[in-house]
């Protein structure tokens, strides 16, 4: 890919918002998370409160119980919504996990006590596997950690992963395979870890010529492809998953200084939008070109007078409004960007709303309506867990698929396109869900691979997945199809040739009826 330059977009808009937050000190929050209910929640890193922000108002208010129980730095880093609505909070210094209810802003402990891997600086960032488990990132722990949100139950999974300490990875993704990659933080490799089978390895190149502290969190592109976030990276680094192919792209960005950017989230524009950490400006990467360029203004002033001295802002969460709320670290506001929207083509299944500005007030207002309710479709459909976990049947399996498959649908209605990241990420778990049904198909069953063909295979499912420009959801679907078609034929060709051998039988056997009375005195003789 070349480097030209990026397309016009609208100017965009990135301006404090909410209360001055000063008074809750240094490195206050780390990441945060939208819950179900539409409302973002900022996970307490030295901070003794959960933050709660309205995006509808721009209000944010702590809520939830004091926590300074559980230590005056570094609490938990990194937030995860699981199935039940339910967020858990990543523990960093803390011992436990912290289990929030956006119902009833409850927060309390869950899980054993985990002190025991490092005690400090155990794991930075969570993912939500497609199996609805949720997995730790490991930073200084040796281990990664699992936790079922049916149950609370926390374990080690996976092989030691060296001693402790060493600022290992920080931040993961889930792949369009399903795959979960840690992103090398000090690390000299990209960890690619499988929930399926708890093996986790080494991919890609060495990168250990970009030094320490290189990357800090990726996001998942429309494209397919991880994009790393640079920290102390000069570059951005992009990741095949399909190839374990990895290279940087984009210009050089030293000019930056260090700690440059924190994280990253894929906007609805389909651009990657990098939260200043050090550095002065948003950074904007375009995936199609890999063009990066400075956009907002100047946030030098709001570095706040932390520890650090900088360190602004740490994690950034897309609101259901396609807006962008940067996390306060050591910032005393709110950071919020205003992206403007790419529109994707309509559904010939769902007539397609016309959103465009010459709508009257009422129907713009039923328009952002209808959107938003595709975004709470999206975010509901993916919280559900949809992977092929130990005794899911294929029925369990096919509703899981058609849950998504309609809140994807009902998305690209409304003008949503893989631009989008709620629809990106549901385009992953679409192709993830089908695969999941042809997975829960008995290799024997004629019958349920029938079904899973049906329910994988069916044009409204691959019409989502196929589309020419979207190519990194054809090939492991395809391979599954092509897979379970070809097994149900032999089954199928196996049938029918036992069939026709009883037949045969049948037919020998009639025939040895109708001579037997006549043989019976000559075999005898």
Known sequence: MGTAAPAAVALLAAEPIGPDLGAYGAAKWR?????????????????????????????????????GAYGDEYKWDGGVLGANGHIYFVPCDAKRILRFNPATDAAEPVGPDLGAYNGVSKWCGGVLGADGQIYFVPYDANRIVRVDPATDAAEPVGPDLGACGAAKWRGGVLGADGHIYFVPCCAKRILRFDPATNAAEPVGPDLGAYGDYKWSGGVLGADGHIYFVPCYAKRILRFDPATNAAEPVGPDLGAYGDAKWSSG????????????????RILRFEPAI???????PDLGAYNGSGMFGAHKWRGGVLGANGHIYFVPKNANRILHLSVPEEQGPPSSSVGALDCLSHLSE????MCQARREEAVEALRTAMARSIGNEP????????????????????????????????YAQALARLQLAAIAVIDAAPRNDRSALRIAIEAAGRP??????????QPQFHTKLEAKLGGARSRLATLEAETEEEEARI????????NAELVWPHEV???RA
């Open 265 to 280: 989230v894929l906007g609805a524009d389909g651009h990657i939008y990098f939260v200043p950490y050090d550095a002065k």
């Open 290 to 296: 890999d063009a990066a360029e400075p956009v907002g």
């Open 460 to 469: 409204s499912v691959t019409s989502l997945l196929f589309p020419p420009q």
């Open 391 to 422: 005794g899911a049947t294929i029925e369990v399996c096919v509703s899981r698929l058609e849950t998504i498959e309609a809140a994807v649908d009902l998305a690209r209605a409304v003008g949503f396109s893989a631009a989008n990241s709620h």
């Open 503 to 510: 037949a045969e039988r049948i037919r020998l056997g009639l």
């Open 362 to 365: 009422a129907e713009a207002r």
């Open 521 to 523: 005195p000559s075999q």
């Open 31 to 67: 990441g945060g998370v939208l819950g179900a209910n539409g409302h973002i929640y900022f996970v307490p890193c030295c901070a003794n409160r959960i933050l709660r922000v309205d995006p509808a108002t721009e209000a944010a208010e702590p809520v939830g119980p004091d926590l």
